[in-house]
């Protein structure tokens, strides 16, 4: 442990780390010196005399009295630093939010939520509403079914599935939770979890501690601290890359998650039922040679205050983006040496999908490389990454309080130094990667070439289980004992199927409609929705309810103008601007921004690398084919070979669009080709162009008299 001499800033306020303030507070008590009248630390303030008991002349810290430690004289004041770099008190925000004083005031999330969760109302006060975010609720209103008493209570559970990974015993338990204690369904999540909506009050304690006893966690899951960490869900059970990439996502939700033990105090009456942490899990937790944690506290990592706002964490090996690596605020990308061993990992840092409509200073924005550590730290790095926008993410404003944030208003280069002060030494450069692609995982596949062990990713509509999809689903997996995963996709993965099991498998799903994945619609398997109204109380539009008659009329469209079943783009739908279904990634994006109206969002990649942007507000859903019909037929009659859907409104550009939908008149009225005379040489010049571009030669004529027209219009209104 380092120890400096702090100076104050000022005469009222010394600005020094959370733990220092502590022991700075114990140093005046047992010296009668005059206090500062506050102590900051991380942004957040601390009560000068909390958690202080005066025995004599004597004062306890941790354990140890001011004698001990040396404090008894004025003349020999050290202070021990427990975090770094110390933050200057003009970049300090003049106000912390109410969420921040809650979560100060709980005593590590315990309080008011247990004192709440004893009454008789069904519902629980503003505050320990906050909290129940922690150990992975939210409280809901039904808006479709309040009656004259008021609100509808009820509970969403989120349960912590790092990769995605569901035991047999623990996904038959949360499908028999459904049933008992539910509305009867399960919902796979864009984060590879469950949320089981429609839990009254009375019930909780009883569900979670269903799950905790059943090794399923609903802990971090929800509230301002790391979520879900996801990986690849695929079990190929012998590929070093993906076991290690989800090996450290275990290991990084392990190194996260909150440690004061209010979660089993709530829940199994203090009883700790997980397994303990791996032996290097627990010594980067404790580590505190650079100044990440809070000496004594019962969370090192989160101390009183957790972090800004919620925090969410990616691993994957290159090329596969099925976890969409660039939203997350911390990425993280296997890399191997020439023997197929992960040596260590390339870091994306500041990615996050959350915006609040017409405030231009909240927006969607993408990771970017911050640089490669060896694969030993980590645990220490990531670590680092946290503790900085603990100590300097905004505390004042929850819409501004994302990592992004503070990676945009500091640059790469600032925000990189001062996580390389918690990190304690420089990153290595970024090593260069392949291409990202999609990939769904649907249909069968081969854990282990050759050992007879197969996987069969399975299409669930929006990621919800219901009905007699839910019953046969239950009956294959607990007939053949199979293990489960949760797709970043919404889909879910039965794994160890005995080569013996695939045609009985596939002739179960099939009655209900699971069908092979080469009979699905391209539209759908790519598809995503959140599950907006009538539950989540952000939602302002439709989502999951309204999906599939979204995909209905895009296909029908295509078929009007031409498109081939082949073709497809990538839809996402989201009843608030939030970002849940990760709208802003999508070729196709469409995000509620009123009742039964939509934002159009155009512009993202296949692959999930580049963000769409805005095109249209406020469209009425009955309006949307009025848009979409223009669109599709401008792709398929100029979109250069192959070209997606995103590429092509990407390059050809908002305003080209707008003037090709003002003057479309529909497929049947467009005016047929006609044949146009030029000279020989501008041929074979326009052909040797049109080949480079992929592209015919009349569809590159066309683009080049239009784009002319326009040009010539514009001269003339000048």
Known sequence: MRSVVVAPYAS???????????????????????????????????????????????????????????????????????????????????????????????????????????????????????????????????????????????????????????????????????????????????????????VLKNNLKTVMSTIIRNMGSTLGACGDLNRNVLAPAVPYNTNKEYLYAQETADKIAALLAPQAGSYYDLWVDGEKIMSADPPDVVEARNDNSHGTNFEGSPEPIYGTQFLPRKFKVAVTVPTDNSVDILTNDVGLVTITDDLGDVKGFNIYVGGGMGRSHRMEHTFPRLAEPLGYVAKDDILYAVKAIVATQRDYGRRDDRRLSRMKYLVHEWGIEKFKSVVEQYYGKKFENFMELPPWEFKSYLGWGQQVRGDGKWFLGVSIDNGRIKGEVKKVLREVIQKYNLSVR???????????????????????????????????????????????????????????????????????????????????????????????????????GLVGDGPNSYQIWLGGSTNQTRLAQVFMERVKVQELDKVFEPLLFYWKSNRRNGEPFGDFTHRIGWDAI?????????????????????DGNIFAGLSEVAEKLQVKPSQLASEVLLQYLREAQKSEIQ
Request: with cysteine; hydrophobic share 40%.
């Open 12 to 198: 009222s306020s010394y600005y020094i780390s959370n733990a220092a303030a502590s022991a700075a507070a114990a140093v005046a008590v047992a010296t009668s010196a005059e206090p500062p009248s506050k102590l900051v630390g991380g942004g957040s303030e601390f009560a000068l005399y909390k958690g202080l008991r005066r025995i004599g002349t004597e004062t306890e810290i941790g354990g140890q009295n001011a004698q001990q430690l040396g404090l008894a004289s004025r003349c020999s004041l050290t202070i021990q630093a427990v975090q770094a770099p110390v933050r200057p008190p003009s970049t300090l925000p003049a106000k912390r939010s109410k969420v921040e004083i809650i979560k100060e005031n709980s005593n590590y999330l315990r309080y008011p939520l247990k004192e709440e969760l004893e009454t008789e109302a069904p519902n629980i006060n503003e505050a320990a509403t906050q909290l129940i975010k922690f150990h992975g609720s939210y409280q809901q209103d039904d808006r479709e079914v309040r009656g004259p008493g008021g609100k509808s209570y009820q509970f969403m559970l989120r349960t912590k599935q790092p990769a995605g990974k569901v035991s047999n015993k623990l996904y038959l338990v949360m499908d028999d939770l459904a049933d008992q204690f539910g509305i009867g369904t399960l919902r796979l999540t864009t984060r590879q979890t469950f949320q089981l909506h429609g």
């Open 486 to 588: 949760i797709t970043p996709n919404q889909n879910l993965i039965l794994c160890d199927v005995r080569k013996t099991w695939k045609a009985r498998i596939n002739k179960a799903l099939a009655q209900v409609g699971l069908v092979n994945v080469r009979s699905l619609d391209p539209l759908s398997v790519t598809a995503m929705a959140c599950p907006a109204l009538p539950l989540c109380p952000l939602a302002i539009a439709e989502a999951e309810r309204g999906m599939p008659d979204i995909l209905k009329r895009v296909r029908a469209l295509f078929e009007k103008v031409g498109l081939k079943d082949s073709d497809s783009l990538v839809i996402r739908m989201t009843g608030c601007p939030n970002g849940c279904a990760r709208p802003y990634m999508a070729e196709l």
């Open 658 to 678: 707008r003037a090709y939908i003002d003057i479309y008149k529909g497929v049947e009225k467009q005016q047929p080709l006609v044949p146009v005379k030029v």
